[in-house]
């Protein structure tokens, strides 16, 4: 039992070029969810899912998008990096009324 | 040994009781901590900071306790609406946060 997997765990991309950030969880969750951790502020909600094939927006969804093909995977793709999109991401999953488990987090830095 | 370690609870708790938490962490050089409380299908809402001299926030105190690595928190007078799952938090170098697997309060009438 791994809990949640992030993927990779550090990147440096250029401004412009994509990529795609993965989230397993092996824990049969229905809940998953993106944040980005910046300096000085809390966790801020990208996008969430509630189960498989289901996506939803949180409090800061530009410039990114999602989707959840498998119950286990959470997939975050940024279609055009732009340095403001520097951060660390932090995926999380749960079931309903229990906490959220938290991955190790993706240090991704955009130049 | 995982780096931030909560005990998982559950706490029950009657109301008006008093409540701590502790929370231990492996990494001496951190700075910054903090407790999150959250429910699965809300996001993490900071709670409070810990510094080093202990804050307070109302019914809130949390306390950092350097030479045994563990961090602190106390509810006093526990309301139903504390129920809620406690996070710890350690902010590592680079303002990495590295998350406890939470502690979960019920609070009874």
């Known amino acids: 039992n791994a809990g949640v997997t992030q993927t990779p765990k550090f990147r440096v991309l250029k401004t412009g070029q994509s990529m795609t950030l993965l989230c397993a969880q092996d824990?049969?969750?229905?809940?998953m969810y993106w944040y980005r951790q910046d300096p000085g502020m809390g966790l801020r909600l990208i996008h969430y899912?509630?189960?498989?094939?289901?996506?939803a927006k949180g409090e800061v969804p530009d410039g990114y998008n999602v989707s959840r093909l498998k119950k286990q995977n959470f997939l975050l793709g940024l279609e055009s990096a732009a340095p403001s999109q520097t951060s660390v991401y932090f995926c999380?999953?749960?079931?309903?009324?229990?906490?959220?488990?938290f991955g190790d987090g993706t240090r991704l830095s955009i130049l | 040994r995982k780096e931030v370690e909560q005990d998982p609870g559950p706490f029950n708790v009657p109301e008006g009781a008093t409540v701590a938490f502790n929370c231990t962490y492996s990494?001496?050089?951190?700075?910054?901590f903090f407790w999150y409380r959250q429910d699965c299908r809300k996001e993490p809402k900071l709670l409070m900071s810990?510094?080093?001299s202990g804050n307070e926030d109302g019914r809130f105190t949390a306390q950092l306790n350097r030479a045994s690595q563990y961090i602190s928190l106390l509810i006093r007078d526990s309301k139903l609406s504390d129920s809620a799952t406690y996070l710890c938090?350690?902010?590592?170098?680079?303002?990495?946060?590295?998350f406890g697997a939470g502690t979960i309060l019920r609070v009874k009438s």
């Open positions: 938090v350690d902010m590592e170098y680079g303002n990495k946060l590295v």
């Open positions: 899912s509630v189960g498989e094939g289901t996506t």
């Open positions: 990494n001496s050089a951190s700075q910054s």
């Open positions: 999380a999953s749960c079931n309903s009324n229990q906490p959220q488990h």
């Open positions: 810990v510094y080093s």
């Open positions: 824990m049969n969750h229905e809940y």
